[in-house]
């Protein structure tokens, strides 16, 4: 990816294109922030937190990169700017394990903030796989829907050769103002054995 473009200039990218009415302008794409984290996602540290709300104990320390800084990120519109998350997961190696977990506002807040029709429009994945990917043919790609936050995070990504199913969740605007129209998903980067073996064939498509 970074020999393309940065991971900020990507979730960016990725934040306007999940709704097609919203143009992708210099203006538009500086108002958007990424914030980066980078860290294993592991299950004990969002068990640890959920015994912490739980019993109203203090938040454990972590460090701004950290799965836990993550977890506890909201997207949201401040002064203009769109606050976005994006996660990039880290095997047992310490290295990338080829998923992307973001935190977007949705197509719909999108469509409240610039002023434009409220149509609900569809989640397009498979678009946001492509531009992560590069123009490469996908499998079929399909979202899991997921009830909750919690769930999303626990959910995992099914990349088998013929389709990947990636969790998604998209809350309503009519709810309180911090839980409202938020788009989470996972996607698949070329670090992944999925991406990266479409990348290969890419690559050697175009010798």
Not at 23 to 38: F, G, L, Q
Not at 55 to 82: C, M
Not at 122 to 134: I, K, M, V
Not at 169 to 193: M, Q, S
Request: charged share 20%.
């Amino acid at each position: 990816m970074g020999t393309r473009k940065t991971l900020e200039e990507l979730v960016r990218q990725l934040q306007l294109q999940l709704n097609p009415a919203v143009s992708v302008d210099p203006e538009n794409v500086k108002s958007i922030r990424v914030h980066c984290y980078r860290d294993a996602a592991d299950p004990a540290v969002l068990d640890n937190l959920n015994n912490c709300f739980q019993q109203q104990l203090p938040i454990p320390q972590h460090t701004p990169e950290s799965y836990t800084a993550f977890i506890l990120s909201k997207p949201s519109f401040n002064d203009g700017v769109i606050e976005t998350h994006a996660l990039e997961c880290l095997g047992n190696d310490g290295h990338p394990n080829g998923e992307l977990w973001v935190k977007f506002k949705s197509g719909a807040a999108l469509a409240a903030a610039y002023d434009l029709p409220q149509e609900k429009p569809a989640l397009p994945l498979e678009e946001l796989q492509t531009t992560l990917l590069g123009a490469v043919e996908l499998p079929n790609v399909t979202p899991a829907i997921q009830s909750s936050g919690p769930e999303w995070l626990c959910s995992p990504m099914v990349c088998d050769e013929g389709s990947w199913l990636l969790p998604a969740i998209e809350t309503p605007l009519d709810v309180p103002e911090r839980f409202a129209g938020h788009c989470y998903i996972k996607l698949v980067t070329e670090n992944h054995p999925a991406g990266g073996s479409l990348r290969t064939e890419l690559e050697e498509t175009n010798k």
